[in-house]
């Protein structure tokens, strides 16, 4: 039995059809259609259900798919055991969000590509919340606070924001001092979440309410500019605000406690030596320089 085959099966059955398995893939859908065809010929069975939606699981391929995708996970445990200890080869598939990643974090996933000519470096920069499992990436880098998953997280960096509000929304609605005061004003944020704030070494939760909200931290901090209301953001998207004095710290007795970066990746008992390789790196950029200003600001031990 092939394992080509048998990932491809794997791929096919988690991205719910053969056009978005051959994209993971890097292959044409001709070439996933043949790999699945001879790997149900072999095994005498219908394993996916094909329609114009996509490929269903046959009730023989849901059980298959748990045994297959342990068979392919051993099989890169082993394949990365036996490689010399600096090499690195196939697809490292990672997810980063839009407002961080292309000016911190690309300059990280180049500098691991040059060490690794061998791999295939394939980056999704976004501000929504990725599925790893469902989209099929290897591991995501993600700032800020974590909600709780089954997803296992590696913290690589410290993280420091701020609340902001530009000079006119102070003049016009006064700058809160107390958690009390801060939930009565405008709040801009990325959902509906809750804020947290330091009290001393105690941290308090608000649930502030607002009428913008955005998945995007670099369009927060054009609205708080705009004076639409106040902003918790990181010092990365802030920093040029405040100095040229677009935007002011506000609460500043009780700031956001430090968040951090961390590095996600799906649950498993061995986590793929590319993934950890690429924690290590981040460790090593954004441990001791939490805040870079830039690409020129991420600097990473060159080897």
């Known amino acids: 039995m ?3 085959e048998l990932q491809t099966f794997v791929e096919v059955a988690d991205a719910g059809g053969v056009s978005p398995a051959a994209f993971r893939l890097g292959v044409s859908k001709s070439i996933v259609s043949r790999r699945l065809a001879r790997l149900e010929a072999e095994l005498g069975v219908q394993l996916l259900a094909r329609s114009t939606r ?17 068979v392919c ?11 010399p200890t600096g090499d690195l080869r196939g697809r ?39 599925d790893l499992i469902a989209e099929g990436f290897d591991c995501a880098i993600r700032v800020g606070t974590l909600q709780d998953s089954n997803l296992v997280a590696r913290r690589v960096g410290p993280l420091f924001g701020k609340f902001v509000a530009s000079p006119d929304y102070i003049r016009t609605h006064g700058s809160p001092e107390t958690p009390e ?8 944020m990325q959902g509906t979440e809750a804020w947290q704030l330091l ?58 406690p430090p968040a951090g970066i961390y590095v996600i990746r799906p649950p498993g008992q061995h986590p793929a030596r590319k993934v950890r390789v690429l924690t290590e790196l981040l460790i090593e950029c954004f441990e001791q320089d939490p805040n870079p200003a830039g690409t020129a600001s991420v600097r990473c031990r060159s080897s």
């Open 199 to 256: 009290d001393g070494n105690k941290i308090i939760t608000v649930r502030p309410q607002g009428r913008f909200k955005t998945d995007s931290g670099v369009a927060l901090a054009v609205a708080a500019a705009a004076g639409l209301g106040i902003a918790a953001l990181p010092d990365y998207l802030i920093d040029e605000y405040i100095a040229s004095g677009a935007l002011v710290p506000v609460m500043t007795r009780h700031p956001p």
């Open 54 to 70: 996509g490929a269903a699981l046959t009730e023989a391929g849901a059980t298959f798919r748990d045994y297959a995708a342990r």
């Open 2 to 4: 092939d394992i080509e």
């Open 92 to 130: 490292l598939r990672v997810a980063a969000p839009l407002s961080f990643g292309p000016t911190h974090f690309a300059p990280v996933l180049a500098e691991l590509a040059r060490r690794h000519p061998q791999l295939h470096i394939h980056t999704s920069y976004s501000d929504r919340f990725v």
């Open 181 to 188: 005061e801060l939930v009565a004003h405008q709040a801009l």
């Open 73 to 83: 996970a051993e099989i890169d445990v082993a394949k990365e055991t036996i490689l």
